[in-house]
């Protein structure tokens, strides 16, 4: 069938037509009235109870059914229809003598009728006008599942491209940072999938995978000699470095984006500590925003087990234990209990996006 808004006269002659009436004089004679009006596909039968597995199995465009049958009437027979055809309406032209019967019918889902005893013109007439709607409400639909596909397919593209721009702005701001490489695209993995189990809606899952790269954005416009430097930072150069979270949030800020709004969110926030000795703003506890304190675990996370200028990288074991117990200048009261003790609950699946890349 053509798939487009143009329904030719051949797709409707090429219609698929069932004809069920318990009388086979009546089924033959709208078998020759069809056929001979040029339709090409045409089966019967006159057991109703066939109806709904014959439909089932070859999906008819148009179903000639008598009302006024023996074991199972018309009525019983669209109940059925209607379980199958449940995105759809059911393609029914009812058969029918008593006028009473025609209401009815079309409260049941029947799309119209024909009076017996037939007059050739009237079955036509209704016969090639339900063919038509049926196939146009086909080809509809058909249309709109190729167009949803397509902005399923372009959106999926779309969001690659922004994480590729994402991890690329990343990265200049850590390109002289060797071991720091796939830290960005690991902690996309650790921030969707910690969400996701403390239970997060969809959107914020979706929002902090495309987000959380960009924590360290900021750290574009720090001096390499403090950024990269071997050894702990002097008071002044630490002062400098801290400067990276406002920046970031700066860099990031009014766009109407919802990835880089929430981008901004986590820069400025993501150093902030839950007993409120973080930074910049020294902020406790709810006052942190909740996307910051998912990404704010998993990036000491992995940078414990990152090998970083100032430190060796450390294996799942000891990070873990850090994190659980503290040492010294990493601290358990830094993290939201929530999120520790999700973190602490499913640390294999951390340990597996660090070592894998991904969730998979």
């Given at each position: 069938?053509?798939?487009?808004?143009?329904?030719?006269?051949?797709?409707?002659?090429?219609?698929?037509?069932?004809?069920?009436?318990?009388?086979?004089?009546?089924v033959?004679?709208?078998?020759?009235?069809?056929?001979?009006?040029?339709?090409?596909?045409?089966?019967?039968?006159?057991?109703?109870?066939?109806?709904?597995?014959?439909?089932?199995?070859?999906?008819?465009?148009?179903?000639?059914?008598?009302?006024?049958?023996?074991?199972?009437?018309?009525?019983?027979?669209?109940?059925?229809?209607?379980?199958?055809?449940?995105?759809?309406?059911?393609?029914?032209?009812?058969?029918?003598?008593?006028?009473?019967?025609?209401?009815?019918?079309?409260?049941?889902?029947?799309?119209?009728?024909?009076?017996?005893p037939?007059?050739?013109?009237?079955?036509?007439?209704?016969?090639?006008?339900?063919?038509?709607?049926?196939?146009?409400?086909?080809?509809?639909?058909?249309?709109n599942?190729?167009?949803?596909?397509?902005?399923?397919?372009?959106?999926?593209?779309?969001?690659?491209?922004?994480?590729?721009?994402?991890?690329?702005?990343?990265?200049?701001?850590?390109?002289?940072?060797?071991?720091?490489?796939?830290?960005?695209?690991?902690?996309?993995?650790?921030?969707?999938e910690?969400?996701?189990?403390?239970?997060?809606?969809?959107?914020?899952?979706?929002?902090?995978?495309?987000?959380?790269?960009?924590?360290?954005?900021?750290?574009?416009?720090?001096?390499d000699?403090?950024?990269?430097?071997?050894?702990?930072?002097?008071?002044?150069?630490?002062?400098?470095?801290?400067?990276?979270?406002?920046?970031?949030?700066?860099?990031?800020?009014?766009?109407?984006?919802?990835?880089?709004?929430?981008?901004?969110?986590?820069a400025?926030?993501?150093?902030?500590?839950?007993d409120?000795?973080?930074?910049?703003?020294?902020?406790?506890?709810?006052?942190i925003?909740?996307?910051?304190?998912?990404?704010?675990?998993?990036?000491?996370?992995?940078?414990?087990?990152?090998?970083?200028?100032?430190?060796?990288?450390?294996?799942?074991?000891?990070?873990?234990?850090?994190?659980?117990?503290?040492?010294?200048?990493?601290?358990?009261?830094?993290?939201?209990?929530?999120?520790?003790?999700?973190?602490?609950?499913?640390e294999?699946?951390?340990?597996?996006?660090?070592?894998?890349?991904?969730?998979?």
């Open positions: 069938m053509n798939h487009t808004s143009v329904i030719t006269a051949a797709d409707i002659l090429c219609g698929k037509v069932l004809i069920v009436d318990d009388q086979e004089t009546n033959l004679l709208l078998e020759q009235m069809l056929r001979a009006a040029g339709y090409l596909s045409i089966n019967s039968t006159t057991d109703p109870r066939k109806v709904c597995a014959l439909h089932l199995r070859d999906r008819y465009d148009l179903i000639l059914l008598d009302l006024q049958m023996p074991g199972m009437d018309g009525f019983q027979v669209m109940e059925g229809l209607q379980k199958i055809e449940t995105e759809s309406y059911l393609p029914v032209l009812v058969l029918t003598a008593q006028p009473g019967h025609k209401l009815r019918a079309l409260q049941a889902g029947a799309k119209d009728f024909i009076s017996k037939f007059d050739l013109a009237e079955v036509l007439s209704r016969v090639h006008n339900m063919l038509e709607v049926r196939l146009l409400h086909q080809a509809l639909r058909t249309y599942h190729v167009l949803e596909q397509r902005v399923r397919n372009r959106t999926a593209e779309l969001q690659e491209s922004y994480l590729e721009t994402i991890f690329a702005m990343t990265r200049a701001a850590e390109h002289k940072d060797e071991d720091t490489g796939a830290h960005v695209q690991r902690i996309s993995y650790y921030s969707r910690l969400a996701t189990i403390l239970g997060m809606n969809s959107e914020f899952v979706e929002h902090i995978f495309f987000a959380s790269p960009m924590h360290d954005i900021g750290k574009i416009g720090i001096p000699h403090i950024l990269l430097k071997r050894g702990s930072l002097s008071p002044d150069e630490w002062e400098i470095m801290k400067e990276h979270a406002p920046m970031g949030a700066h860099i990031l800020g009014n766009s109407k984006s919802r990835f880089l709004a929430m981008g901004a969110e986590i400025l926030n993501h150093h902030e500590r839950w409120g000795s973080g930074y910049p703003a020294g902020k406790r506890g709810d006052a925003p909740i996307a910051a304190r998912v990404m704010n675990i998993c990036d000491i996370y992995d940078a414990l087990r990152s090998k970083r200028p100032y430190k060796p990288a450390f294996d799942h074991a000891k990070s873990m234990q850090i994190i659980a117990c503290g040492d010294g200048r990493i601290r358990p009261e830094h993290f939201d209990p929530k999120v520790l003790a999700a973190f602490i609950q499913n294999n699946l951390f340990c597996q996006i660090f070592e894998t890349g991904s969730a998979c």
